[in-house]
């Protein structure tokens, strides 16, 4: 079953740092696009920020109210990871990993489970 | 940067009743760049449409999709209690600072 799964994240605080990273499983993650998507606690969904395929270049871009501050990156063939910097409160929601696998016009077909983000003192 | 808006904020049917929920763009959706998600409680979103109105694989027929330049919409047919969610539009414009949009969603509930 092709899958992400993200682990990190937690409680953080403003200011601090923290890391969530994302491991695709059975598809090779480095072939595909990875978008950051969050959802603050019962609000809609954020695109933060993602990065293209190998073959497509690596470009990585970020959303205006995360740039400068977080960093996406690949760790390895198989592995992305969201590195937040100078944390703020509104920072504060689910982490999506989100795939292109398939091109469908720029739909996301593939989510991760999520995982919690919390920023406060 | 393109503006989602969605409506109805919530909307509430009874089983066997056609949903219609309405996205509208604040500028023109580059080509086909439109679809829609559906996101159960504690669940992550999962894709019923793209490109406007092709279902995404499994997603039953009861479903549909369709529009074009700023107004989009999602009819769902003979609704059933496993709807219950919320439905997001999403929009894709490549040369934006912020290139996939979201909309904020349409809680929809049966009765």
């Known amino acids: 079953e092709v899958q992400v799964v993200e682990s990190g994240g937690g409680l953080g605080e403003p200011g601090g740092s923290l890391r969530v990273s994302c491991a695709g499983a059975?598809?090779?993650?480095?072939?595909?696009?990875v978008n950051w998507v969050r959802q603050a606690p019962g609000k809609g969904l954020e695109w933060v920020g993602r990065i293209k395929s190998d073959r497509d270049g690596g470009a990585i871009e970020y959303a205006p109210p995360v740039k400068g501050r977080f960093t996406i990156s690949r760790d390895s063939a198989n592995m992305v990871s969201l590195q937040m910097n100078n944390l703020k409160t509104e920072d504060t929601g689910v982490y999506y990993c989100?795939?292109?696998?398939?091109?469908?016009?720029?739909?996301?077909?593939?989510w991760g489970q999520g995982t919690l983000v919390t920023v406060s003192t | 940067e393109i503006v989602l808006t969605q409506s109805p904020a919530i909307l509430s049917l009874s089983p066997g009743e056609t949903a219609t929920l309405s996205c509208r763009a604040s500028q023109t959706v580059t080509r086909t760049y439109l679809a829609w998600y559906q996101q159960k409680p504690g669940q992550a979103p999962r894709l019923l449409i793209y490109?406007?109105?092709r279902r995404a694989s499994g997603v039953p027929d009861r479903f549909s999709g369709w529009g074009s330049g700023t107004d989009f919409a999602l009819t769902i047919s003979r609704l059933e209690p496993e709807d219950i969610a919320i439905y997001y539009c999403?929009?894709?414009?490549?040369?934006?600072?912020?290139?996939?949009?979201f909309g904020q969603g349409t809680k929809l509930e049966i009765k």
């Open positions: 059975g598809f090779i993650v480095r072939n595909d696009w």
């Open positions: 999403q929009q894709y414009q490549q040369y934006s600072e912020s290139p996939y949009t």
């Open positions: 989100t795939v292109h696998t398939t091109f469908l016009q720029f739909a996301i077909d593939l």
């Open positions: 490109g406007i109105s």
